[in-house]
């Protein structure tokens, strides 16, 4: 029998990837804490919880045992006209945790959905209304996911290249900075009546290339924006769940969300699940007698049980205080990492909120053959068997909580190891 990773270039389509130039892909087997192990059973650690999702540690057995004892029980159910047990319980546990006054959960089975779900919630919820409000507003460089809507609030790169023009119109503000903030506020005020919503990753832009505002600017932003009536979705995709140190990163400003949206570490990263929130204001407005007034949205797999289950026995771990000592654990090594980086010669921006570090590195001729320091990261580091994605040159680690000291000093090895062999 081929490896696995022949007879998957022989049927896959992958995502993100130039199926031409890219290296086979590695085939992986099995995974425990924050190491997986390929079929040749070579151990990697999982420096970017498999693309942000993964929090507890892969195959953890609460996660596993609970998504088994679903899967015997009720594996799923249609969501319209029926309910079930896991949804009900998660969406109980869920609204008092998250920040502002969240009243109800509108339930998908991915990031991009929980996106589209609020910009429609926005949209509709002016319509129905009777007082229609026509543009959104996001940050430039803002990522928000891969179908059309969320993809039109998000930056314009290479990756929509090919869609741009059809993609609806969005205002992009820059982020907040001392310098910019009170052109910001302006803009808001004279566009404001018109402005249905602002969507926005609080305090960190993700995919964007891990980028990093301050809160107090940011909030002067979101005041602006409730003072005109815009109302302000939240994308906690990635920030939700304890990344940034606080369970959700709005905690960090006094301004509440209208709109929470969740999904990556919402299952602990074991099952596809989406959240949407919203306030009783928002859910009040498509209560009618008039049909038109009604949500139209759902999905096939809208609040899998399975999947609630799995979110269920993740938020067990997570309010554990042993998570919090983890998160603290991992934020305080980064901390002292970063001052490692900081006497390397070709790092710069170095930055850190909560369990995620990231820096740009500054040198762009990498070595005879190409000068593409993206693919030459990539080669680095699966040779060292360490996961890591570079965004573009920005090399960011984000790690499950649990993963150890130790094999948070084999990955700090391997980046130091990568910086002296490019200078
Ligand atoms: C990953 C991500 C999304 C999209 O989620 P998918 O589940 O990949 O569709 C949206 N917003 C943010 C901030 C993300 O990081």
């Not at 869609?163 to 001392?178: G, H, N, R, S, W």
């Not at 803009?187 to 832009?205: K, N, Y």
Request: include cysteine; aromatic fraction near 10%.
């Amino acid at each position: 029998m081929d490896t696995l990773s022949a007879r998957d270039q022989r049927v896959i389509w992958h995502p993100y990837t130039q199926m031409e130039t890219a290296p086979a892909p590695i085939g992986m087997v099995r995974g425990e804490g924050a190491l997986l192990f390929d079929e040749e059973g070579q151990e990697y650690i999982d420096a970017t919880s498999s693309w942000w999702v993964n929090i507890h540690g892969h195959a953890h057995p609460h996660i596993a045992n609970k998504i088994a004892e679903q899967a015997k029980l009720l594996p799923h159910c249609i969501f319209a006209g029926y309910t079930h047990a896991p949804a009900v319980e998660l969406a109980e546990r869920m609204l008092p945790i998250l920040p502002g006054q969240q009243d109800r959960v509108f339930y998908s089975d991915n990031g991009s959905t929980a996106v589209e779900v609020a910009l429609k919630m926005a949209i509709q919820y002016f319509e129905n209304t009777g007082a229609p409000r026509k543009k959104l507003l996001a940050f430039e460089g803002a990522y928000h996911g891969d179908t059309f809507g969320a993809m039109s609030v998000s930056a314009r790169s290479v990756f929509t290249r090919a869609f741009d023009q059809y993609l609806f119109d969005v205002i992009f503000l820059p982020l907040p900075t001392a310098e910019n903030i009170n052109t910001l506020v302006a803009q808001v005020q004279d566009t404001g009546s018109d402005m249905a919503a602002f969507i926005f990753e609080p305090l960190l832009l993700g995919s964007g290339g891990m980028l990093m505002y301050e809160a107090g600017l940011f909030d002067q932003l979101l005041q602006a924006c409730k003072a005109q009536g815009i109302l302000l979705i939240a994308d906690e995709i990635l920030t939700g769940f304890g990344r940034t140190g606080k369970n959700f990163a709005m905690e960090n400003v006094p301004t509440a969300p209208d709109m929470v949206c969740l999904s990556k570490g919402l299952t602990g990263g074991n099952m596809a699940l989406g959240i949407t929130t919203c306030t009783k204001a928002i859910f009040d407005a498509f209560l009618s007698q008039d049909k038109l007034k009604t949500l139209f949205h759902g999905h096939s797999f809208t609040a899998n049980p399975i999947a609630c289950a799995a979110a269920l026995a993740s938020l067990d771990i997570f309010l554990d205080p042993a998570c919090a000592a983890n998160r603290a654990r991992v934020a305080a090594k980064h901390a002292a990492f970063a001052q490692v980086l900081r006497r390397q010669a070709n790092v710069k921006n170095i930055r850190q909120t909560g369990t995620i570090i990231a820096f740009e590195i500054t040198t762009t001729n990498v070595d005879g053959y190409t000068n593409n320091l993206a693919d030459h990261l990539h080669r680095f580091f699966r040779a060292k068997r360490v996961m890591l994605r570079p965004l573009g040159n920005t090399l960011y680690i984000l790690a499950p909580y649990v993963i150890t000291d130790e094999q948070l000093e084999r990955v700090y090895t391997a980046i130091v190891e990568c910086l002296e062999g490019l200078q």
